[in-house]
């Protein structure tokens, strides 16, 4: 949660420094929002070359040393921005700018050997509900993390970066401390090779393919993330901290899911549940977008992030009990590419429809999309659609007893 919270706080401020930044040096709302696009962009590209490598150095190596490693370096860029904002702050954006592409390289590695050692710390008949827990962690750090960052700001930019130095610092700690079991050990392969296998166990499994390209489709065009400072600032007429209330709105929301979740979880028809939350997603976003009163916008944003709580729920436990744990380092980098192009290549879409558009049509939009998209893949991957229940999609050899 260390690690969350102070990733949260960091993206909060740096999101409110460039867009003001932009705005206070005579740019339009399009063209600040498209600058917000762009970081989501500079997060992207670096991820999207990397990440593949990530995953099999995460089946191949020992994934609580890539954990501790990739957390030292943010621990790192935390420092650099504080340093930066004291000593150069009329250079903040190409700061920014710096830090996303940096901080894209790490996503590539943290995120596939955190989520393949889950499987490593529970059993097999306890990963939904530990996804659950860890989902309740995640949107805990997500909703104190905004908000609190959006109050920091108002006594400058660095302390909001300081605070987040100082978590970094104690999410490594925690890090260090944690023992996980040995994982599966894999014979020595070639790095290609290794990762043409993940690719393809990707494409052959329906249920995963469509969960995770479900997820990329519906995010890409129905993320208002990015947009959220254009919002708070200039159509709803408020401030940072009403921003940080935006960003922690979704968490919220997912909070509360994410609770009920770990104590009563989803057993059947789990397939409809995803899809009939993804479309509550694409109805709240629309909302979202139509709304001119903060606290409608904020209530808009509550179900959204209560909808996708349940679709990341449903859709991490089908892909990681379908995966085989020799393979999880490789199918979770795998996901996390579709989940960060669906993220910051949604931040980047949203940037340029705004930028074309207006950030109120394209918003709008978006939740349409949204909603046309769950539709047409109910319809493209029907295996996913029925699923009945979580031990189904697990391989032969490892079915959950029910």
Same mark, same amino acid.
């Given at each position: 949660?260390?690690?969350?919270? =102070?990733?949260?706080?960091?993206?909060?401020?740096?999101?409110?420094?460039?867009?003001?930044?932009?705005? !206070?040096?005579?740019?339009?709302?399009?063209?600040?929002?498209?600058?917000?696009? *762009?970081?989501?962009?500079? %997060?992207? *590209?670096?991820?999207?070359?990397?990440?593949?490598?990530?995953?099999?150095?995460?089946?191949?190596?020992?994934?609580?040393?890539?954990?501790? #490693?990739?957390?030292?370096?943010?621990?790192?860029?935390?420092? !650099?921005?504080?340093?930066?904002?004291?000593?150069?702050?009329?250079? @903040?954006?190409?700061? $920014?700018?710096?830090?996303?592409?940096?901080? #894209?390289? *790490?996503?590539?590695?943290?995120?596939?050997?955190?989520?393949?050692?889950?499987?490593?710390?529970?059993?097999?008949?306890?990963?939904?509900?530990?996804?659950?827990?860890?989902?309740? /962690?995640?949107?805990?750090?997500?909703? $104190?993390?905004?908000?609190?960052?959006?109050?920091?700001?108002?006594?400058?930019?660095?302390?909001?970066?300081?605070?987040?130095?100082?978590?970094?610092?104690?999410?490594?700690?925690?890090?260090?401390?944690?023992?996980?079991?040995? %994982?599966?050990?894999?014979?020595?392969?070639?790095?290609?090779?290794? $990762?043409?296998? =993940?690719?393809?166990?990707?494409?052959?499994?329906?249920?995963?393919?469509?969960?995770?390209?479900?997820?990329?489709?519906?995010?890409?065009?129905?993320?208002?993330?990015?947009?959220?400072?254009?919002?708070?600032?200039?159509?709803? %007429?408020?401030?940072?901290? &009403?921003?940080?209330?935006?960003?922690?709105? /979704?968490?919220?929301?997912?909070?509360?899911?994410?609770?009920?979740?770990?104590?009563?979880?989803?057993?059947?028809?789990?397939?409809?549940? @995803?899809?009939?939350?993804?479309?509550?997603?694409?109805?709240?976003? *629309?909302?979202?977008?139509?709304?001119?009163?903060?606290?409608?916008?904020?209530?808009?944003?509550?179900?959204?992030?209560? &909808?996708? @709580?349940?679709?990341?729920?449903?859709?991490?436990?089908?892909?990681?009990?379908?995966?085989?744990?020799?393979?999880? #380092?490789?199918?979770?980098?795998?996901?996390?590419?579709?989940?960060?192009?669906?993220?910051?290549?949604?931040?980047?879409?949203?940037?340029?429809?705004?930028?074309?558009?207006?950030?109120?049509?394209?918003?709008?939009?978006?939740?349409?999309?949204?909603?046309?998209? &769950?539709?047409?893949?109910?319809?493209?991957?029907?295996?996913?659609?029925?699923?009945?229940?979580?031990?189904?999609?697990?391989?032969?050899?490892?079915?959950?007893?029910?």
């Amino acid at each position: 949660m260390l690690w969350t919270l =102070g990733t949260q706080i960091q993206i909060t401020a740096m999101g409110w420094q460039v867009y003001d930044m932009a705005r !206070a040096r005579g740019d339009s709302i399009e063209q600040g929002a498209f600058l917000l696009g *762009l970081i989501g962009l500079s %997060q992207f *590209l670096p991820l999207l070359i990397l990440s593949l490598l990530g995953g099999q150095a995460a089946d191949r190596f020992d994934r609580r040393l890539i954990i501790l #490693g990739c957390i030292a370096l943010k621990v790192g860029i935390a420092a !650099a921005l504080v340093i930066a904002s004291h000593y150069a702050p009329a250079s @903040m954006i190409m700061a $920014i700018f710096g830090v996303a592409i940096v901080t #894209g390289m *790490l996503n590539a590695f943290l995120p596939a050997a955190s989520s393949a050692m889950v499987s490593n710390l529970v059993p097999r008949d306890a990963l939904p509900q530990a996804i659950a827990l860890m989902s309740l /962690s995640f949107q805990g750090g997500s909703i $104190i993390g905004p908000a609190l960052g959006g109050l920091l700001f108002h006594f400058g930019p660095a302390i909001p970066y300081s605070v987040s130095f100082a978590l970094f610092c104690g999410g490594w700690l925690l890090a260090f401390l944690t023992k996980a079991p040995a %994982q599966e050990k894999l014979d020595s392969g070639r790095t290609l090779a290794m $990762i043409k296998e =993940g690719l393809l166990y990707v494409r052959d499994n329906k249920i995963v393919l469509g969960a995770l390209s479900l997820d990329l489709a519906v995010v890409l065009l129905a993320g208002a993330t990015a947009l959220l400072p254009v919002f708070a600032r200039d159509i709803l %007429q408020a401030g940072p901290t &009403a921003l940080g209330v935006l960003r922690s709105a /979704s968490a919220v929301g997912a909070g509360l899911v994410s609770i009920i979740l770990a104590i009563v979880p989803i057993k059947r028809q789990v397939g409809r549940w @995803m899809f009939g939350a993804v479309f509550v997603f694409g109805f709240a976003t *629309l909302g979202f977008g139509l709304s001119i009163n903060l606290w409608l916008s904020v209530a808009c944003l509550v179900i959204a992030g209560a &909808a996708d @709580m349940i679709s990341v729920y449903v859709r991490s436990s089908l892909v990681q009990l379908a995966t085989p744990d020799a393979m999880r #380092g490789r199918v979770s980098a795998i996901s996390y590419v579709f989940i960060s192009a669906s993220n910051e290549m949604g931040e980047f879409q949203s940037g340029v429809a705004a930028r074309l558009l207006g950030p109120v049509t394209a918003v709008v939009a978006g939740g349409i999309g949204a909603i046309l998209i &769950a539709g047409a893949w109910m319809r493209l991957f029907k295996p996913l659609a029925i699923a009945d229940r979580f031990e189904d999609a697990a391989p032969e050899g490892q079915k959950i007893n029910p």
